[in-house]
């Protein structure tokens, strides 16, 4: 489940990042943690070509893992949404990557890497 190919070494450096969350279920250092939830992680960090922003989950309960057991993992659901969203030409990250690991038939680790997006000021109100 990989979106449009990075530039120069990079799938190599997202390889690398891949391996160590399935090997941990942590996100490699150099990645700094912006948000954390139960199931959820997001960190901002740096592809040689781009800024980028890592969605990362876990399924520690049983429930959650039922769940998606026999749907698409969250995160390529919401990769699916924001190649949709973009291709109808609504301003929105570029997914970079998106994969997921299932053991026993349900969901281990699952990851999106998006380009980050330019902060722009907001205009003056009138």
């Known amino acids: 489940m990989t979106a449009e190919p990075p530039l120069g070494g990079e799938p190599a ?31 901002r960090g740096a592809l040689p070509s781009t800024p980028v922003h890592v969605k990362a989950m ?13 749907r698409a993992l969250p995160l390529a659901h919401e990769a699916a949404l924001l190649r949709a969203a973009a291709a109808n030409g609504l301003p929105c990250p570029r997914v970079i990557d998106v994969r997921g690991e299932r053991r026993f038939g349900l969901p281990f680790r699952s990851w999106l890497v998006l ?8 205009p003056p109100l009138a």
């Open 58 to 70: 876990t399924f520690p309960r049983l429930k959650d893992r039922i769940r998606y057991a026999l």
């Open 13 to 43: 450096l997202l390889d690398a990042w891949w391996r160590q969350f399935v090997a941990t279920g942590a996100l490699p250092a150099g990645l700094t943690v912006v948000q954390t939830r139960l199931v959820r992680t997001v960190a």
């Open 115 to 122: 380009e980050t997006l330019p902060v722009r000021p907001e």
